[in-house]
């Protein structure tokens, strides 16, 4: 096989065939070839039931320029499996469809499967198979699943006022990274010391596993995973819970290091980089006051983190602190058609 060559080289039964290849030599497992897929009924029997996610990655939308293929797999998964375990759903399966431009070349495929691969690998999952069809651009949409307890998921609606907002890693990193790589017309090596807000969005990697901690212990009355942007996400809690606002603190809580350090060299608003990032994959939680202190301590005892950035409260609009100041949060972050 000549991997100069494009994808329409091998057709669709040889890609299917390189895809095979790639996970039998990452896993020693064989792609699954059937019309469906199957699981055992094991998991009614304990009260589960299947919890599915499906996004969808569309290159020209969610891939900046300096993203290779390999990133563009392994943010795929990343993206569907942050929005499974924010609910305290251990993924267990992926299945992948697949848009290809017939002109793609086999060694960049064969990197964009290497990507989805590695990073089902990373958490354990399954990569089952899926669909493969000829499209203008690369579109990915993997399906991730799990099974759980319906009553041991975390939901968005259940906030009550007074509940403490808390996340398992800070804002503004992916604001630095997308002003770097969609506005900066530089050599990323030029900005070596922001490297970390960089591969905040090529390439991330730190989902956290609080939310499992939460969930098992039923410390959480919600959840949410931030990846429109803080604003848009606190917007999408509102909603499930009507009568309700929140209360944010702006401060070392929220913010990272880095945001500050960026804002200050190239005199771009803070609060624009915080609350209009987008694609942090950050876990908020919405915990009872009288468990937070437990459910610091748990998960810190574990291995994770959470920070105290704010609370609900019964006002509809959403609210930040800053120096003793109250300003209303205008900006709903991104949205797609808009």
Not at 99 to 114: A, S, T
Not at 223 to 240: C, N, P, V
Not at 288 to 306: T, W, Y
Request: charged letters at 25%; a neutral charge.
């Amino acid at each position: 096989m000549n991997q100069n060559e494009n994808i329409s080289f091998l057709g669709e039964l040889g890609l299917i065939d390189l895809i095979d290849m790639v996970i039998y030599g990452k896993t020693g497992k064989r792609l699954r070839r059937d019309d469906s897929f199957f699981f055992n009924y094991k998991y009614k029997k304990e009260g589960k039931c299947l919890v599915l996610n499906s996004d969808m990655f569309n290159a020209t939308t969610d891939a900046p320029k300096q993203m290779n293929f390999y990133q563009m797999g392994l943010k795929s998964v990343l993206m569907n499996l942050s929005d499974l375990i924010v609910k305290g759903v251990k993924p267990e399966g992926i299945i992948v469809s697949l848009g290809l431009p017939n002109d793609l070349p086999i060694v960049n495929f064969k990197r964009l499967i290497e990507g989805i691969v590695d990073f089902s690998n990373r958490w354990d999952i399954n990569y089952l198979g899926g669909d493969l069809n000829t499209s203008k651009e690369i579109i990915i949409n993997p399906t991730v699943f799990g099974f759980k307890n319906p009553k041991e998921i975390i939901y968005r609606k259940g906030i009550n006022p007074g509940d403490v907002l808390a996340i398992n890693n800070k804002f503004g990193l992916t604001g630095v990274g997308f002003d770097i790589l969609l506005h900066r017309d530089v050599n990323i090596k030029d900005f070596s010391k922001y490297r970390v807000a960089i591969n905040s969005v090529l390439e991330p990697n730190d989902l956290g596993k609080e939310s499992y901690i939460l969930a098992d212990n039923k410390l959480a009355t919600a959840s949410i995973d931030s990846s429109d942007g803080l604003s848009k996400t606190l917007k999408d809690l509102t909603l499930s819970n009507p009568n309700l606002g929140f209360e944010i603190d702006f401060n070392d809580n929220l913010i990272h290091e880095k945001a500050i350090e960026y804002s200050k060299e190239f005199s771009i608003s803070l609060e624009k980089l915080v609350f209009e990032g987008g694609e942090e994959f950050i876990h908020l939680f919405a915990i009872d006051p009288d468990d937070f202190v437990k459910a610091q301590r748990l998960v810190k005892s574990k291995g994770g983190r959470l920070f105290r950035v704010g609370k609900a409260i019964s006002d509809e609009k959403i609210y930040f602190l800053k120096k003793g100041k109250r300003s209303i949060i205008k900006n709903q972050g991104y949205e797609h058609f808009k």
